[in-house]
């Protein structure tokens, strides 16, 4: 029986995967996507309903191809998954969708590697692994499955009508557990939220949005994140027009903030004392970039409207000033437990000598340590922007480069073989 063959694969048709059928294409590298689901299907399936982008759509988007409508709105998720869908057919990929990777082996021996996916067995002589910075939902092991409650991850809430009635413990406060916290205490529920250390950047800041800060202050190029910041989440939210997350708020608004959610025992989560610290760093960081974006303006006499609201400050609500340390989940009437605690990576189906002990890769720019195997939209693959829309795009660029000039290698005879071929 014959083997299909290919030059280079690429396993994952999200943006990552489109963004590098088109630089593979452009550099005239013969290659084929895999896609288990559809063309951006994370978008479709494993976010909630009313999410939009985080950034605005002039920035959350590849250079080719922009949105229609308000370049300074924040697109809906089914329009950014239809996006790639478009840009996909716009430059001709070559995607094949339902089909799943099982595994990818190393050849012994020879070059190339053999991938055994759900429509039969492909030879390729390099893999791109462009399965996504977030693939595997972390629940940390606190509360036991018996505990008489509903727990779901963030990467399953869909909406608030989900969930069983009554009030709802959000853990974690980036992104997602902010933005579901506001929704669930919009549609009338109680809402509890514990938050952890975080990054609150304005959303917008005289007249432009962080995204357009982060890029002219050169932090989206961050190789890497600040010492002792590893484990710092971001709260930023294009939700109603584009909002800044400010937890004193929603805290005056009636929900009530924890500190970071520490162990259960008999029916009991309790919390570090730490919510007050975790909202000053979170200010810090805030009024830094205010601080930064001003001092951008004077060198540069930028002529951008003053933007004294940004700089008050709320009121701390009770529950900032008199924490509560823990909390009995049924008499604070709570049935849902979502855990926004974020994602790992999981390349189990890579049988290569390419990670560490941890199970992540050891690459240089998405480079592996294993000859012919590239990875594409990990978390801080190259920069910070790495595993967004816009960055993603220039890290696939790097990767067409490096698989053109391993090709010329392969190609490449030596004298006596030229000789050989010439007689
Ligand atoms: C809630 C949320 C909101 C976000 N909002 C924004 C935003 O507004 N702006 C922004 O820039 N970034 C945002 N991001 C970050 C990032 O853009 C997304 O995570 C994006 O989905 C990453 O794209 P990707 O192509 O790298 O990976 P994914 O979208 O995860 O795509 C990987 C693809 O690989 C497929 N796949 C996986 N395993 C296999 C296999 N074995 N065989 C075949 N196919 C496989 C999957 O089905 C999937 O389609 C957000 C992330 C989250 C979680």
């Not at 009024?287 to 709320?314: F, H, K, T, V, W």
Request: proline share 7%.
């Amino acid at each position: 029986m014959s083997v299909e063959k290919i030059d280079t694969l690429i396993v994952g048709a999200g943006q990552a995967g489109v963004a590098m059928s088109e630089h593979l294409g452009e550099a005239g590298v013969p290659h084929l996507v895999l896609e288990r689901g559809r063309i951006a299907e994370r978008w479709r399936s494993e976010r909630w309903d009313s999410l939009v982008a985080n950034g605005p759509a002039w920035h959350d988007r590849f250079p080719g191809m922009e949105f229609a409508g308000d370049p300074d709105g924040f697109v809906a998720k089914e329009e950014v998954a239809d996006y790639f869908a478009a840009y996909a057919r716009k430059i001709n990929a070559p995607i094949r969708c339902g089909v799943e990777v099982r595994a990818v082996r190393r050849n012994a021996g020879r070059p190339g590697f053999t991938v055994t996916t759900s429509q039969g067995v492909i030879e390729a002589e390099r893999i791109v692994a462009a399965t996504g910075p977030f693939q595997k939902p972390i629940i940390p092991p606190l509360v036991p499955d018996d505990a008489g409650l509903m727990q779901i991850h963030s990467s399953t809430y869909r909406n608030p009508a989900q969930l069983p009635e009554g009030a709802v413990l959000v853990i974690g406060a980036g992104s997602s557990g902010v933005q579901i916290a506001d929704e669930l205490l919009r549609a009338g529920r109680r809402v509890y939220l514990s938050v952890g250390p975080h990054d609150r950047p304005p959303r917008a800041y005289r007249g432009r949005d962080f995204c357009w800060w982060l890029g002219v202050l050169g932090k989206w190029d961050m190789a890497a994140p600040a010492p002792g910041t590893e484990h710092v989440t971001i709260a930023v939210s294009g939700a109603r027009g584009g909002e800044t997350v400010d937890f004193r708020r929603l805290g005056n608004q009636g929900m009530v903030l924890l500190g970071r959610t520490e162990a259960y025992r008999d029916g009991r989560l309790s919390f570090a004392p730490d919510l007050r610290q975790n909202l000053d760093r979170g200010d810090e960081n805030y009024l830094s970039l205010l601080d930064e974006a001003d001092a951008y303006i004077r060198r540069n006499g930028l002529d951008l409207p003053e933007d004294p609201e940004a700089r008050r400050r709320e009121p701390d609500p009770d529950c900032v000033t008199k924490p509560i340390p823990d909390l009995h989940l049924a008499a604070a009437g709570i049935a849902t437990v979502i855990w926004a605690t974020g994602f790992a990576v999981d390349f189990g189906w890579i049988k290569a000598d390419a990670f560490d002990e941890r199970g992540r890769p050891i690459h240089q720019r998405g480079v592996s340590v294993e000859p012919g195997l590239y990875f594409l939209g990990l978390p801080w693959q190259s920069r910070r922007g790495s595993s967004f829309i816009w960055g993603v795009w220039h890290d696939a660029r790097h990767i067409a480069e490096q698989i053109t000039i391993q090709r010329k290698y392969s190609e490449y005879q030596g004298k006596a073989q030229r000789m050989l071929q010439e007689a």
